[in-house]
């Protein structure tokens, strides 16, 4: 598949969203495309909902869209809600670093939290070219979790 979206495809997916943001009883909204060309920006103004139930509001919408892509032989687009998605992966990217700075003090693994596969791999990204350490994923399913460790 193409890894750049034409017009025509950028359109049609941006329309998907806006049927299925709109029959999730949605009104106020805005849908932009992110210049990187694969991230579509959704701003939903109703606050008091988003703030209760943002995070799993972001996976249901991610996954009724990857279907839908999928069956029109679509690639994945990334979509982010309200700025959700760039604030966890900000703070990802600080929770890396931090770690990477305790394990090359101490010189003791670190074990991060579990999380999921795209979670991981921001993580393993973010450190990947730190010469001090390096990164592996532990553990199955659920409680998949990233493991720091020096390099000795």
Do not use: C
């Not at 003791?108 to 993580?123: D, G, H």
């Not at 553990?139 to 493991?147: P, T, Y």
Request: aromatic share 8%; no cysteine; net charge positive.
């Amino acid at each position: 598949m193409d890894t750049q979206l034409n017009n025509n495809t950028i359109h049609e997916i941006k329309g998907i969203l806006e049927n299925l943001v709109h029959s999730m009883g949605f009104s106020d909204f805005s849908i932009s495309l992110h210049e990187e060309g694969r991230r579509f920006l959704i701003f939903i103004n109703d606050a008091p909902f988003l703030q209760r139930h943002l995070p799993s509001f972001v996976t249901d919408l991610d996954f009724v869209l990857k279907l839908i892509l999928k069956k029109k032989g679509y690639e994945f687009v990334f979509i982010d809600i309200n700025n959700h998605r760039k604030e966890r992966e900000d703070l990802l990217i600080q929770l890396a670093r931090a770690a990477a700075k305790k394990v090359i003090v101490t010189k003791k693994e670190i074990t991060l939290p579990a999380m999921n596969a795209f979670e991981r791999r921001i993580i393993h990204a973010e450190l990947a070219t730190n010469p001090d350490i390096k990164t592996e994923s532990m553990g199955e399913g659920k409680s998949r979790r990233v493991v720091v460790k020096p390099i000795e």
